[in-house]
C-alpha cells in the first residue's frame, strides 16, 4: 500500500468508508481512478483484495483487446501513438482511453485541404484572419444549409447518450451522419486531431479526443460537431447529461446555456465584440462560476477558423463592432472551480487544473440587420433533453 491518498482531497475508504490514507499501489501503477483505490488500513485492503483485484485484470484485459485491434493512446495532436497510459500528472479523476483508427471519408465527398495530410494550406495565411469577412447573400445561403445539417448530425450523436456509450461510437454515428448528408467532418486531421467530433467528459472543458471510455452515469458530455460542405463549415456544440446527475452538474450545465443565450441577446449591428465576454462573465460569476479564458469565439465561413476572436471573460480587449453580412461563432466554457485549465499528453485535451467540471455551449451565427440569426438552432425534431426548455406546465408535474 502506498501512502498519498489524501494528498490533495480527502477520500473515503473504498470497502468501508471511513477516512483514507492508503492507496492500492498496483491501481497508482495503473493511473487507475484514486476513488476506488484508497483504503484506511492494510486490514481494510487485504479484506477488500478478492473482490478488488478484478479492477486491475479488467483494464489489463480490455488494453489486450483494444491493442490488438489497433487501438492506441493520442500523443502529440494525434500524430503519434503509443500502447501504454502517458505520464501525467492528472488533475481530476478522468484519464484518456485508447482511441480507433482515423475513419475513412468516401472519394466523392469535398474536402477541405486538410483532410489528407493535415495540414491546413489557405487558413493561416488569409487575410480573412485579420479582418472580418462581410458574407454575400450566396454564401449565407450556404452558411444556413450547412449549419442546419450540423444540427441534424449533433442531434443524432445526443440520440445515442447513456451510460455505457463510450465516446467512440458517438464519434462513429458523427461521423456517418456527416457523410450520409454529403459533408465532411471538419476535425477530421485538422492540425492531425484524430477523429470526427470532440467529446468532452466532465473535467475536459474542450477538444477531449473520442476513445474507448464507456459514459457512466452521472458524467456530463459534450458534443462538438463541425460540418464541412458545399465550401462552408457549420459548428456548434451542447453538453449533455449522462444518466442521473448531481445537483451541482445540473446547475453547471443550466448555466453555461444560459451565458450562451444572453450572449446570443445582445447581438446585433453596431455592438463591440468584446461586450460578449462582459454579459457571459457577469451570468457566470452571480452562479459562482469561472469563465475560461484560454478559448474563444471565432469567425466562420469558408474558413474553419478566422477573424473575429470572440473572449467569453470580462474587460477582455477584443476589438471591432458587429455588422450584418458576419458569421461567428460564441462558445462559453464554464466551471465550477478555477477558470485555469491544462493541456493532457495528447496536446489537444484541454481540463480544468482543478479537475473541477466544465461544460460549454456553443452556436454559429449570423449578424443580420435588425438583429441576429442562430444558424445552428434548435429543430423540432431536437432531443428533448434540458429541463428548462420544456414548458412550465410539464416541469411542475
Known sequence: MEKGASESSPLDCARCGKPASLQCPKCAQLKLPREAAAFCSQDCFK???????????????????????GWKYCLKKGRTRTMELPRFDWTGPLRP?????????????????????????????SDLQKRVEIKTPEQIER???????????????????????????????????????????????????????????????????????KLEDGDIVNIDVTVYYKGVHGDLNDTYFVGNVDEASKQLVRCTYECLEKAIAIVKPGVRFREVGEVISRHASMSGLSVVKSYCGHGIGELFHCAPNIPHYSRNKAVGIMKAGQTFTIE???NTGLWRDRLWPDEWTAVTADGKRSAQFE???????????????????????????????????
Open 143 to 213: 452558411m444556413r444549409e450547412t449549419c442546419r445539417i450540423a444540427r441534424e448530425v449533433l442531434d443524432a450523436g445526443a440520440r445515442i447518450i447513456k451510460p455505457g456509450i463510450t465516446t467512440d461510437e458517438i464519434d462513429r454515428v458523427i461521423h456517418e451522419e456527416t457523410i450520409a448528408r454529403g459533408g465532411y467532418p471538419s476535425p477530421l486531421n485538422y492540425h492531425f486531431f484524430p477523429k470526427s467530433c470532440c467529446t468532452s467528459v466532465n473535467e475536459v472543458i474542450c477538444h477531449g479526443i473520442p476513445d474507448a471510455r
Open 97 to 125: 482511453f485508447p482511441i480507433s483508427k482515423m475513419r475513412l471519408v468516401p472519394d466523392g465527398i469535398e474536402k477541405p485541404d486538410w483532410a489528407l495530410d493535415g495540414i491546413p494550406k489557405i487558413e493561416p495565411d
Open 47 to 69: 479484506a477488500a483484495w478478492a473482490s478488488h483485484k478484478s479492477v486491475h485484470t479488467k483494464v489489463y484485459s480490455l488494453t489486450s483487446q483494444l491493442s490488438q485491434e
Open 332 to 334: 462559453p466554457m464554464i
Open 363 to 397: 452556436h454559429t451565427l449570423l449578424v443580420t440587420e435588425s438583429g441576429v440569426e442562430v444558424l445552428t438552432a434548435r429543430l423540432p425534431s431536437s432531443p428533448d433533453v434540458y429541463p428548462w426548455l420544456k414548458p412550465a406546465s410539464a416541469n411542475s408535474k
